[in-house]
Structure formats: C-alpha cells, structure tokens
C-alpha cells in the first residue's frame, strides 16, 4: 500500500519519474496529505511528470482539501499536467466545496487540461451546489475541457437540479463541453424529471 508519505518521493526524485506515461495510485489510503506532497513537487518542478497521460487516484480518501490542493497545481503551473490525458478521482470524499475549487482553476486557467478527454468523479459527494460551480466555470470559460469525451459523475447527489445547472450551461454556451460524447449520471436520483430536462435541452450529447 502506498500511504501519504511515501509521495514525498517526488518532491525529492522528480527526475526519476519524468518519462512515465501512467500513474496509478488506486485503492490506497494517500488523503489530502498525499495530495499536498503530490501537488507541491509538480508546484516546485511542474515538469517532473511533463509526459503523464494518465492519473488514476481512485479510491483514496481525497476530499476537498485534496482537491484544493491539486486545483492550485492547475493555476499556478497549467504546465504541469499539459499531456493528461485521463484523471480518475472516482471513489473519494469530493464534495461541492472541492467542486469549487476545480471550478476555480478552469475559470483561472482553462488551458491547465486541455488535453484532458476523460474524467472520473464517479462515487463522491458532490450535490447541486457542486454543478452550480461546474456549470458556472464552463460559462464563464466554454474552452476549458474542451477535449473532454467523457464525464463520469454516477453515483453522487447531484439530483434533477443538479443536471438541469449543467445542461443549461451548454445550451447557453455552443463551445462548452463540445467534445463530449459519453455522460454518466447513474444513481443521482434524477428521475424521469431529469430526463424530460436532458429531452428539452440538450441535442448535443451521445
């Protein structure tokens, strides 16, 4: 198991991971602790992982604080993470604050993932404040996530007006989410309400 320590490594070693393509940090127990390591070495050297596709840190006890932490990463240094090309933070504690924070970053620095084409945020707490702050960022910056193809958010709280922020979002903004073809909304209690919503305003999802 890796633990929260154990990410001090790269801030002390990041050439030793500068070529690595792949970070899989699953189903551990790294927190916010880990996640303020893993942020300040890409803070410190944002090119120590210049050519990672993909980061998956499912499963890991990250919660909002985590998130702040990583959302900072995307606004001081967009650099950093200019490859990724997969995010997966499904199964952790992010809730509507964290949602602010990633929304912060996008309004920031909307070029910070623009490689970005899937992300996971399946399995977390994020209601509807949560969408009001996503929503809001792909207003104010339709360009961020722009080849973003896949949204996971099963599995959370985001409930008919929760959906209803985000699909009135890209009806008002044509640029916003214009790579999307696959959105996961399972088990977010949205009911057939939602998807009279998802009929009336959204032509553009597969």
């Known amino acids: 198991d890796v633990c929260s320590s154990d990410l001090q490594v790269l801030r002390e070693q990041p050439p030793a991971l500068q070529f690595l393509e792949e970070l899989n940090f699953s189903n551990n127990y790294i927190g916010d602790e880990g996640m303020y390591h893993l942020s300040q070495a890409l803070r410190e050297q944002p090119q120590a992982l210049q050519f990672l596709e993909i980061l998956r840190l499912y499963n890991n006890e990250i919660g909002d604080k985590g998130m702040e932490y990583l959302s900072q990463v995307f606004i001081k240094k967009p650099q950093a993470f200019q490859n990724l090309k997969e995010l997966d933070l499904g199964s952790n504690r992010i809730g509507n604050e964290g949602m602010g924070h990633l929304a912060r970053a996008l309004r920031e620095q909307p070029q910070a993932l623009q490689s970005l084409t899937k992300?996971?945020?399946?399995?977390?707490?994020?209601?509807?404040?949560?969408?009001?702050?996503?929503?809001?960022?792909?207003?104010?910056?339709?360009?961020?996530?722009?080849?973003?193809?896949?949204?996971?958010?099963?599995?959370n709280q985001i409930e008919v007006e929760g959906m209803r922020h985000l699909l009135e979002a890209l009806r008002e903004q044509s640029q916003a989410l214009q790579s999307l073809q696959k959105l996961y909304l399972a088990c977010n209690r949205i009911g057939v309400e939602g998807i009279c919503h998802l009929d009336r305003k959204s032509t553009r999802l597969n």
């Open 119 to 155: 992300l996971e945020l399946d399995k977390n707490i994020i209601e509807v404040e949560g969408m009001i702050h996503l929503s809001q960022a792909l207003r104010e910056q339709p360009q961020a996530f722009q080849s973003l193809q896949k949204l996971n958010l099963e599995n």
